[in-house]
């Protein structure tokens, strides 16, 4: 057996040790740049906000104290027990965030709202996690309660989606905040800069950082790092100086009996004040968001390591200046900075703002894909910027939105202050949702004792709800904005949920019955022309009603048919062993299949131009695995079911076909099984196709060939059906979909026909259309008009 990793059998454990530590702190290393950006520019803008607003008549030592001990028993129960230490531990197949949550949860429970779930995506080797021993009678009592009220599943997906709008909202926020923070430096120091000046100044950085977002965040990867790190290293040199400088006894304010006396002095001003203290802890959610691209090893050595000293030394040196310098409170950050550090300190805050944003808006563009492969979103156009870490994306439609709400809120708001109100509440709503997710799996995934997961709750919600309620009384003063975005992509997400399903369910309730088909004969009582026909449409099993549409409008079908179910599971990853299920829908003369094609919610669609060749590869597996296993076939006394699926592996499929791979012209073999495709494809076709290639010269796919080598052992039936498959290859593959419109009945609500008729289609005219999202070629698209009244 051969060593796994690349390491050596002789590799000694202590090696093995070497080389994981070694590729986690290189891991460690990179996450600087893409992870604690944002978490790590919070000094900028804490202190000042805290003590804005009816704070002002507290500025005084003691409020400076018990501020600062806050901010320490924050940083220490929130970053560091909850995220670092208890929820990056459950991780799904090595991706975090909300999603990744809800996915363990409903694979653990039956909570998924997904239409077109089967049995045999359970099969897939990272649906499995966690032990498998039985459920306690607690967990198993309220898993039964919750599968049993399809209310309850539908709320909780709309929480899962509220606290993804939240962090759509975190995307638009975090740039404004952050670079307008940055910029805000200059006054300290040029009187003569004017507040128009400034802002033009942030708002030219910001369109520079969403112009550069097509180019990928792994172009700069080991750029920003560094950027971060010398920041870090910044922030920490200066807040142990001024320590040392203005007031070494704040050590004393780690004491939480200055948390007390804070909130004796203070009282509702205080709690009110929480509102900007939560902003230490915003880009937490961050950590175990991007957890994906890293290790939960190495970003909890960064951030025990570096970031969480770092940062409670550069707070414990603000608070230290201010408690010297009570008229310092409007921009601490840039005041308790040493005259000669002033220009590198702020070319170096500008850069790590614009770090922070980067990472914000990456996990926007995460966060958009997972909400489409739940069904939940518009199809955009996804972007792989990077060959080698597979989660990078780019989504050109968000980014330009993300843009244009970055800049409106930076000119409409132009104070840190307001933007900092709606930032905490879109923060804190997350990781308030977080922990309401993280209780749930305790109990479902992790199978844990059901007090320990309320404890878990009710601690954690105390902290965070405190905050969240100090957040939610700055409404009036922009802590409205985030609602109010969440409301609109709220809408959009629940329009496009609301019609998909209706449109899923028009098909299931219309598929066209097996007997129907069988009884038209293996001709289908229509003509059956060479090629093969891909029928796309949603559902898992039947057939379609597009079908039938196109049967009884044209005389001809295609030799062989394939019905293809492109559909997501909840999973982050789908192997390309595992992502083909195959069958067969009737008895073997019709030539008709199936073909189920998995995707991860984390999974990109690559336009590799080879889907046809592993489709007919999948295939012809399919059919010699089926004379091996006959109990793969449909049933030839009971043909009203479709046959069993079996997994294809599209890595390691067996050499019965002997394929040549061209990437130009097509180079002809002479055998006696061999199917010319000069011969298979009229003039006129071949004509249309060159013209169609010279028009677009960068598409270049491969062109394979197959060939069937002679086998005296085969069964004749079955060489005759791949023979058939080969010669439907050979003439054309034609993709058939449905150009749908959807429509509210006449006797729906108004409520219903304005969300169908006006919301629905809205969306889907200014969406990308299916074949588009899907990489069908459009000169083999057939488009069957069909109109939905659901």
């Known amino acids: 057996m051969e060593p796994e990793s690349g390491i050596g059998s002789s590799t000694s454990p202590s090696q093995f040790s070497l080389v994981t530590l070694s590729r986690n702190l290189l891991l460690a290393y990179q996450s600087f740049g893409v992870v604690y950006g944002d978490l790590s520019t919070s000094p900028l803008y804490v202190y000042s906000s805290a003590f804005s607003g009816k704070l ?40 975090g965030g909300t999603f990744a949550l809800y996915s363990l949860l409903c694979r653990h429970a039956k909570l998924s709202l997904l239409p077109n779930q089967q049995a045999a995506d359970e099969e897939l080797s990272s649906y499995r996690y966690g032990p498998s021993s039985a459920q306690a009678a607690s967990s198993s009592a309220l898993r039964r309660f919750l599968e049993k009220h399809k209310r309850l599943r539908t709320a909780l997906l709309l929480v899962v989606l509220f606290g993804a709008c939240m962090l759509i909202g975190d995307g638009v926020l975090t740039p404004a905040i952050s670079v307008l923070s940055s910029v805000s430096g200059i006054q300290s120091t040029e009187s003569k800069l004017t507040n128009a000046e400034l802002l033009l100044l942030a708002c030219i950085i910001l369109v520079g950082l969403f112009a550069l977002q097509h180019c990928g965040t792994h172009r700069v990867a080991f750029m920003f790092a560094p950027i971060v790190i010398i920041w870090l290293l910044f922030v920490f ?20 009996h200055y948390i007390v006396k804070f909130f004796r002095e203070t009282g509702k001003d205080g709690w009110l004040s929480l509102g900007g203290i939560l902003l230490s ?57 040493p005259e000669p550090f002033f220009w590198p300190v702020f070319v170096v805050a500008t850069l790590a703002a614009i770090v922070g944003s980067q990472a914000v808006i990456t996990a926007t563009f995460s966060i958009v894909k997972q909400c489409h492969a739940l069904g939940c979103f518009p199809r955009v156009k996804v972007v792989h910027t990077s060959k080698h870490i597979y989660g990078q994306i780019y989504i050109p439609e968000i980014n330009w939105i993300l843009m244009v709400l970055t800049l409106a809120v930076t000119i409409g708001f132009q104070d840190t202050t307001l933007i900092g109100n709606a930032y905490g509440l879109a923060c804190m709503t997350v990781m308030f949702i ?26 954690f919600w105390l902290i965070e709800g405190t905050y969240l309620s100090a957040a939610l009384m700055k409404v009036p003063q922009g802590g409205w904005l985030p609602l109010a975005l969440s409301v609109i992509f709220m809408l959009i997400m629940y329009i496009w949920h609301y019609g998909t399903r209706r449109k899923y369910n028009y098909d299931l309730h219309n598929k066209v019955s097996l007997k129907w088909v069988l009884g038209l ?24 009603s597009i079908f039938s549409h196109f049967v009884t409008n044209l005389p001809a079908f295609h030799k062989v048919l394939v019905f293809v179910c492109v559909k997501s599971v909840p999973v982050p990853y789908v192997s390309p062993d595992e992502r083909f299920l195959i069958g067969r829908v009737c008895p073997r003369p019709y030539r008709m299949y199936r073909c189920i094609v998995r995707y991860g919610y984390k999974d990109i669609q690559r336009d590799d131009g080879d889907f046809e060749n592993l489709l007919v590869q999948s295939v012809a597996e399919f059919i010699q695995m089926e004379a091996v296993e006959p109990h793969y076939s449909s049933s030839e006394t009971s043909p009203s079911v479709d046959g069993r699926m079996a997994v294809i592996s599209t890595r390691d499929i067996r050499s019965s076909m002997t394929l040549t791979v061209t990437e130009q012209d097509f180079v002809s073999v002479v055998d006696d099984d061999s199917i010319h495709s000069s011969s298979s494809k009229s003039n006129t076709l071949q004509s249309l196709r060159s013209m169609y290639e010279d028009d677009t010269p960068s598409i270049r796919r491969r062109q394979v060939r197959f060939q069937l080598p002679p086998n005296p052992r085969m069964d004749p039936v079955v060489r005759e059906e791949l023979m058939d498959l080969i010669r439907a290859k050979e003439a054309g593959v034609a993709y058939i979909m449905g150009h749908s419109y959807v429509k509210a009945r006449r006797n729906s609500s108004f409520i219903k026909k304005l969300a169908i008729d006006i919301g629905y289609s809205f969306l889907r005219k200014n969406c990308r259309v299916p074949s588009v999202a899907l990489n069908i070629p459009h000169i083999s698209l057939i488009e069957v008009g069909m109109i939905y009244y659901v």
């Open 56 to 95: 002002r008549n507290h500025h005084n030592q003691e409020a400076v104290y018990g501020a600062f001990s806050l901010i320490f028993w924050t940083l220490t129960f929130v970053p560091l027990i909850k995220y670092v230490i208890i929820v990056m531990s459950a991780d799904d197949s090595g991706e």
């Open 237 to 256: 040199s200066i807040g142990l100086y001024n320590i040392i400088h203005w007031n070494p006894k704040i050590v004393y304010a780690l004491s939480p």
């Open 281 to 337: 802890i915003t880009g937490t959610e961050a950590m175990f968001a991007d957890l994906g691209h890293f290790t939960a090893l190495s970003i909890r050595l960064a951030f025990v390591f570096v970031i969480y000293p770092c940062l409670v030394v550069q707070y414990m040196g603000q608070a230290a200046f201010l408690s010297m310098n009570l008229d310092s409170f409007s921009n601490s950050f840039y005041a308790s900075i």
């Open 434 to 459: 977080t922990t309401f997710l993280m209780g749930l799996v305790i109990v479902f995934v992790w199978q844990r004792n059901f007090f320990l997961a309320t404890f878990f709750l009710l601690f």
């Open 521 to 544: 004969g293996p001709s289908l009582g229509i003509v059956r022309v060479p090629g093969i026909g891909l029928i796309y449409s949603e559902l898992t099993t039947g057939v379609p």
